[in-house]
């Protein structure tokens, strides 16, 4: 099981864009860990992580593109937050630049070139930390629920 803890997977705070060495993207083996959310983070860095999720959940479901993939991440992560089209191509980017995705271009049936992502092996990784930091979120939630509602009752 990945190393957890209430920062998120890998308990490594995010690094911003262009935070790596000597001012670039962070790359190789530790590049998946940087995108971790950090401990009491705003609700900006709330909705990264939500997008990061759905957008790595999407792009195992198959390869994407562009506006196809905000109407999925939109109704992936349903009434918690708007999606829109400037935080999915800026996620977009920085998984691209931790290696955790890629894009090419291709031509499209009905107009210009488009680019399409596809998730990388630590794409998948990174994943599979979120299913695990947010499954244990999800009990925490459910018991505390829980107990409110038997406080109140």
Do not use: C
Request: charged share 25%; glycine share 12%.
């Amino acid at each position: 099981m990945a190393n957890m803890s209430a920062n998120g997977p890998r308990g490594m705070q995010r690094r911003r864009r262009g935070q790596g060495v000597e001012g670039r993207p962070p790359r190789g083996p530790d590049a998946a860990r940087l995108t971790a959310v950090a401990p009491g983070a705003g609700l900006g860095e709330h909705k990264r992580s939500l997008i990061e999720t759905a957008l790595l959940i999407t792009l195992i479901e198959e390869s994407g593109h562009g506006y196809a993939l905000v109407e999925r991440v939109q109704q992936l992560v349903g009434d918690q937050l708007r999606v829109d089209a400037g935080s999915i191509y800026r996620v977009l980017r920085t998984l691209e630049e931790t290696g955790m995705i890629s894009s090419a271009w291709e031509p499209s049936a009905a107009g210009p070139l488009r680019r399409t992502y596809t998730v990388e092996p630590p794409g998948r990784e990174l994943l599979r930390s979120w299913a695990d930091f947010l499954e244990q979120r999800g009990d925490t939630l459910l018991r505390l629920s829980g107990l409110a509602r038997e406080r109140l009752d």
